[in-house]
């Protein structure tokens, strides 16, 4: 009689499978795919720059004079302009988020661990800035280093790393107390190898579901700068930017605000869903 050999799936296993289950977060990783691709591809092979400035084909209807969603109030091709600041927007999102991931990982877990006064010191930081109205922090970051693009990067990041930073201070404080931090302290590691090794890799879970409701938040910060002027100038653009300039000539011309707004529409819920579809898989409360 043969023996059947039942082999243990691990945590990550489970999640991937519950997260290949959940076909809203499936298709939201294929349309933000897509979307990715259109921004990094797709101003390669656009039928006309993204900054060329045109007085014949001003405000031109879509699918009209080789515009396919038209083009804006000097003749620059909306789709390539579109795909631009699909790309910019993206870019903002992640590098924001991964500036704002490293802080708050570093600050948050070496808080929790620390602990005592160190701990309260580091928390009455984070309770200050967090009291700080956002707008004024990330205007007081660009009147005092000067406006560009970079610096918005880490403006944004750097004050949207607050929430990770108790996240991962309360996950710390719940992982110290558990029998391989003892036996790792037992063991004669020193503090911060305990940290590096075995504190934040097992924080991996909460702070990929969060890095995934990050991004969404950050792509929204940096269309309410660029709605409200502060983004990134012109001839660069991006969602927010095109959106603002659409507001402005809505009446005259709906399609420069219709297209950016469904862009900006489907790329925040594909985020989302896909931040929900990996809270739901990897959760063990809900297995």
Known sequence: MESAVL??????DDARRRLLRNRAAVTSMVVLALLVVVAVVGPYLAPFPFDQINKNDVWMKPLTGGHLLGSDALGRDLLARLMIGLRVSLAVGVVATFVSLVIGVIWGAAAGYIGGRADEIMMRVVDI???????????????????????????????????????????????????????????????????ARHIVPNLLGPVVVYVTLTIPGVILAESFLSFLGLGVQEPMTSLGSLISKGAQDMELAPWLLIFPS??????????????????DAIDPKDR
């Open 7 to 12: 082999k243990g799936r691990s945590l990550w």
């Open 262 to 279: 469904i862009v900006m529409v489907v790329t925040l819920m594909a985020f989302n869903f896909i931040g929900d579809g990996l809270r």
């Open 129 to 195: 800035l967090y009291s700080l109205p956002f707008i004024f922090f990330v205007i007081l970051l660009m009147v005092t280093f000067g406006r560009n693009f970079i610096l918005m990067f880490l403006a944004i990041g750097a004050v949207e790393w607050l929430t990770m930073a108790r996240i991962v201070r309360g996950q710390t404080l719940s992982l110290k107390q558990r029998e391989f931090i003892e036996a790792a302290r037992a063991a004669g590691l020193s503090r911060r190898a305990i940290v």
